[in-house]
């Protein structure tokens, strides 16, 4: 059976490669619309009740008014903005989240794509806060790099373009601490207070890596790096797209530095626990397009259409 799939904002730099990942599934026919019509309200609202998936690739206020274009009961629904990602109404869509989060996205017809800061963060801490080993209440620092395409088309024009003298540097932003993803962060961090979360851009088009260091003398249960590994590689088990790498493993550093591409070109993620037993470090590294937007919403559609949760991202 081939399932039939809309993208609205199929231009836009998450629409692109939404598209590439469909277009070598093969399970999946892609509905289209030509570029001029792409504002087209009729034209769109037509695709989308005829498709059994819509996947949302618009800012929020897009996303909020395509919703309400869908009257067909049978059409799910992915949204890639942050529009509904603590709305509980929709399921979020991490299937790594918990034992129980795969089900709740497979059995859902409204799924929201979390955000690429957020899936990595969540998936190096959510366990430990969920255990208790890190305390809700922990003062949490997280600081991410991140390749300029996660700012979208006027962002990659101006690096591509170097239309702005600076930005052959590295450039911190959200300068106010108060970034978008910290609602989901908090939640599904678990976490009694938003973390204190400083992200960087730098001169790359796309990798990106989250550091969070801890304080074993201020955890509810001391861990060394090795208890660290032990607890995560267990939570992780076989999930197909997640690895936890031994302490011990050097062989993807180079020359003692840490490469924030390692996981560029794929859907996965990778959580390392760098630092020393007293200050253990978290980094979790993805590809911003990839498990941090448009693999993730691949890999929730396969669910959602029960499907092998890996088709067309392996």
Request: with cysteine.
């Amino acid at each position: 059976m081939r399932y039939k799939i809309y993208v609205d904002g199929q231009h836009g730099t998450t629409g692109l490669r939404v598209h590439e990942y469909l277009e070598r599934h093969p399970h999946v026919e892609v509905l289209q619309i030509d570029f001029e019509q792409r504002r087209d309200q009729k034209v769109r609202a037509a695709r989308m009740n005829e498709a059994d998936l819509v996947v949302l690739c618009l800012p929020e206020a897009g996303s909020r008014e395509a919703v309400g274009l869908v009257e067909n009961p049978r059409t799910k629904i992915i949204d890639a903005s942050t529009e509904f990602r603590t709305n509980d109404q929709w399921a979020y869509g991490l299937p790594e989240l918990s034992p129980f989060q795969r089900e709740k996205v497979r059995s859902s017809n409204r799924v929201s794509v979390p955000g690429c800061h957020a899936s990595a963060a969540i998936l190096a801490l959510g366990p430990l806060v969920r255990e208790g080993i890190v305390p809700e209440d922990y003062p949490v620092s997280i600081h991410s790099i991140t390749g300029y395409s996660g700012g979208g088309k006027q962002m990659i024009h101006d690096y591509e373009q170097e239309a702005i003298k600076g930005f052959e540097l590295p450039r911190p932003y959200a300068l106010g601490l108060a970034h978008k993803h910290l609602p989901e962060m908090k939640k599904f961090i678990g976490l009694a207070k938003n973390p204190i979360f400083m992200p960087i851009v730098g001169n790359f088009y796309k990798g990106l890596a989250v550091t969070i260091p801890l304080r074993a003398d201020l955890l509810a249960e001391a861990k060394s790096r090795r208890g660290l590994y032990d607890f995560l590689s267990a939570t992780y088990g076989d999930e197909p797209f997640v690895e936890v790498v031994d302490p011990d493993d050097d062989s993807r550093f180079l020359l003692g530095t840490f490469l924030v591409d390692g996981c560029n070109d794929t859907n996965r993620a990778e959580i390392f626990i760098l630092g020393n037993d007293e200050t253990p470090m978290l980094v979790c590294r993805l590809d911003n397009l990839g498990k941090g937007a448009s693999g993730a919403a691949i890999q929730n559609m396969n669910l959602m259409l029960d499907l092998p949760e890996t088709t067309g991202l392996v």
